[in-house]
């Protein structure tokens, strides 16, 4: 696996590997990486892509510092689960390379992003487009791979790719869980094992409002039923849980269609937040 940390060298390289015929595939992640991670890199080789990993800590997309400084960074066993994931370059860059000098560019995305994440992380997703338009310029990927745990930011970067014309076609992989269904996510190596227990707490709701709603119940009904059974424990709070349309991420308080449907949910374990979701 090649490793890159400055971005010239890296274009370079990826302009030989077009030059020859190569189609790239790209995965961006924050590093701590899971099985998760992997089925992205995973989907980029089934496609038969040459297939690039970024890790970086984007500083730009995190409205609390504490949790930037918080959020687990494993370069070295990053590498070695890369290496044996068949990946075929690695660009793990230092904050100085992709923001050589303070960024005052930002973006807005209407209805898109005042919703859930961004109702409770201003600035999160201009901070996400910020550095997810600047990786695309920079690895020029034909084929980009996202999870589907962040479906609001991929709708997100989905509306990115449309209005700045990237050529590109974006693929979402379906979320890998634990054999007890917590989603995994690079945050979970927060947790200690008691609260690792509790986690699985937010699935559980996503499961039970989904039964809920098959019922014909709606989600004003279901809410505050879900977020005091979440929160008769007192280290576990629900930040939000919502059904919203797939596309345009409305809300919807009843399930008319589900194959166009989301439900999302956000919260916090300790103070470790966790966000989770599924297509009904």
């Not at 730009?60 to 990053?78: G, I, M, V």
């Not at 860059?93 to 960024?103: F, H, L, N, R, W």
């Not at 989905?158 to 379906?174: A, E, G, I, S």
């Not at 059974?229 to 576990?236: G, M, P, R, S």
Request: neutral net charge.
């Amino acid at each position: 696996m090649e490793i890159f940390h400055e971005i010239k060298p890296l274009k370079a390289f990826l302009r030989e590997k077009n030059k020859a015929g190569f189609v790239i595939g790209f995965a961006p992640t924050m590093g701590a990486l899971h099985e998760g991670h992997l089925s992205l890199i995973q989907a980029s080789k089934n496609a038969g892509c040459f297939t690039v990993c970024s890790i970086f800590v984007n500083p730009t997309q995190f409205n609390n510092p504490d949790d930037l400084k918080k959020y687990p960074r494993t370069l070295e066993a990053d590498i070695a689960m890369l290496k044996a994931a068949g990946c075929d370059l690695l660009f793990a860059p230092g904050a100085a390379e992709i923001y050589p000098a303070k960024s005052v560019t930002t973006f807005e995305f209407g209805s898109l992003s005042n919703t859930m994440e961004g109702q409770f992380r201003p600035g999160h997703f201009s901070g996400v487009a910020l550095v997810v338009s600047k990786l695309f310029h920079i690895v020029e990927p034909q084929h980009a791979f996202f999870g589907q745990k962040d479906w609001q930011q991929f709708t997100i970067i989905r509306q990115l790719v449309h209005d700045l014309n990237f050529n590109l076609t974006l693929h979402v992989v379906p979320t890998l869980r634990e054999s007890d269904g917590l989603a995994m996510s690079s945050r979970n190596k927060r947790l200690t094992e008691q609260q690792r227990s509790k986690a699985i707490a937010f699935y559980k709701a996503l499961m039970h409002c989904q039964f809920q709603l098959a019922a014909g119940k709606s989600m004003t009904s279901i809410q505050n039923e879900i977020k005091d059974t979440i929160e008769q424990d007192a280290e576990l709070r629900l930040e939000y849980l919502y059904l919203a349309d797939r596309e345009n991420l409305s809300y919807l308080n009843h399930v008319e269609q589900p194959n166009k449907a989301v439900l999302c949910i956000a919260g916090f374990v300790g103070d470790v937040r966790l966000i989770d979701n599924i297509l009904l």
